[in-house]
């Protein structure tokens, strides 16, 4: 098809408009689908059984019993769980080092202290414990604990591993980290299970305070006021 050009280098098209068309179509829904949604996602496994044993009235045949629901896909899956047991042990002392921040302890220290610094070392599973007044006070007690563990040891620590809090990221203990080349392992976020060793011990000093608190109160209910020392 050829066209003439104008004397301005253009070209003249006819084009001719056409009034807009929509055309409807219905979507079926199959009753297997249906029955699958009203059950609250049950597995069309179960379905085929119901509608088998006739233990519900107008539960349709099931064609397609392995079928996969995305929903169901999105909606019901969980996470793969953690190793009950650890399958690295740190071979010498300050290999690596965990580290916690517990808090805001209830009730406080005498001292007004309402977190706890807690590291544990990996070979030894010896644990130190710093009551702190506040989170910004971390960064200076790790680093003399680092200074004072290290010079006892004769050994520099190789890996610690803490979580992803702020106290643990901040620009002044990166550059400790990297000036001692000291590694930093950060867990990720929501699965306190890779730091389980000093994760365990904390919940477990929040028990014994939680208990000494409690049992302290009571004696002081129902012990009589010349006796209360």
């Known amino acids: 098809m050829k066209v003439p050009r104008s004397l301005k280098r253009l070209y003249r098209i006819e084009l001719k408009v056409a009034s807009p068309v929509c055309l409807l179509a219905q979507v079926g829904v199959s009753s297997a689908w249906l029955w699958h949604a009203r059950l609250g996602r049950?597995?069309?496994?179960?379905?085929?059984?119901?509608?088998?044993?006739?233990m519900a009235q107008g539960v349709p045949k099931i064609t397609h019993p392995s079928q996969v629901c995305d929903c169901c896909m999105a909606g019901k899956q969980s996470r793969v769980p953690f190793p009950k047991e650890?399958?690295?042990?740190?071979?010498?002392?300050?290999?690596?080092?965990?580290?916690?921040?517990?808090g805001p302890i209830r009730p406080e220290t005498k001292g007004g202290n309402k977190y706890l610094l807690m590291t544990v070392d990996d070979h030894s599973m010896y644990m130190w414990v710093f009551f702190i007044l506040i989170k910004a006070e971390v960064?200076?007690?790790?680093?003399?604990?680092?200074?004072?563990?290290?010079?006892?040891?004769?050994?520099k620590i190789k890996a610690l591993r803490t979580y992803n809090g702020v106290e643990f990221t901040s620009k002044d203990f990166k550059l400790l980290c990297s000036k001692t080349g000291m590694y930093h392992q950060l867990t990720s976020p929501?699965?306190?299970?890779?730091?389980?060793?000093?994760?365990?011990?904390?919940?477990?000093?929040?028990?014994i305070v939680a208990l000494s608190s409690c049992e302290a109160e009571f004696m002081a209910a129902v012990t009589p006021p010349p006796l209360v020392t």
Do not use: M, W
């Open 42 to 54: 049950l597995n069309f496994d179960s379905i085929q059984k119901l509608s088998k044993r006739e």
């Open 190 to 207: 929501y699965s306190p299970q890779q730091n389980e060793v000093v994760e365990r011990r904390n919940r477990t000093k929040q028990a």
């Open 86 to 102: 650890t399958r690295f042990r740190a071979e010498k002392p300050l290999d690596l080092v965990y580290a916690d921040v517990c």
């Open 139 to 155: 960064f200076d007690r790790f680093k003399e604990f680092k200074e004072d563990v290290e010079l006892e040891h004769g050994r």
